[in-house]
Nanobody, 127 residues
Framework: QVQLVESGGGLVQAGDSLRLSCAAS????????MGWFRQAPGKEREFVAA????????YDTDSAKGRFTISRDNAKNTVYLQMNDLKPEDTAVYFC????????????????????WGQGTQVTVSS
């Protein structure tokens, strides 16, 4: 069965950086768009960033605001989220997800359209 395993979360101070990783197994990674979502306490899950199998990237401008960078390494079946200048409002559980990419124009920002999800990694940013 497909597994997505996130890592790299933790407790940091405002202004610090973290790099999240998501290792995928039992799927043909290069056929999937990969996304990062987050869910803060009491809030709905929200889209953060995604990367197509072509490498084209999409960001939520409100949450990412030029501070986050998504990347992928198909040789390692891994997607990354580099987060810089972290703020307390970035505190959330961060989830990676995989969506089979049938065409290069399909949406990759909508959570329910993703096929597989990881368990999440907690990011806590103190002020």
């Amino acid at each position: 069965q497909v597994q997505l395993v996130e890592s790299g979360g933790g407790l940091v101070q405002a202004g610090d950086s973290l790099r999240l990783s998501c290792a995928a197994s039992r799927l043909t990674f290069s056929n999937y768009a990969m996304g990062w979502f987050r869910q803060a306490p009491g809030k709905e899950r929200e889209f953060v960033a995604a990367i197509r199998k072509s490498g084209i990237k999409t960001y939520d401008t409100d949450s990412a605001k030029g501070r986050f960078t998504i990347s992928r390494d198909n040789a390692k079946n891994t997607v990354y989220l580099q987060m810089n200048d972290l703020k307390p409002e970035d505190t959330a559980v961060y989830f990676c997800a995989a969506e089979f990419e049938r065409n290069p124009f399909q949406r990759i920002t909508v959570g329910p359209e993703y096929d597989y999800w990881g368990q999440g990694t907690q990011v806590t940013v103190s002020s």
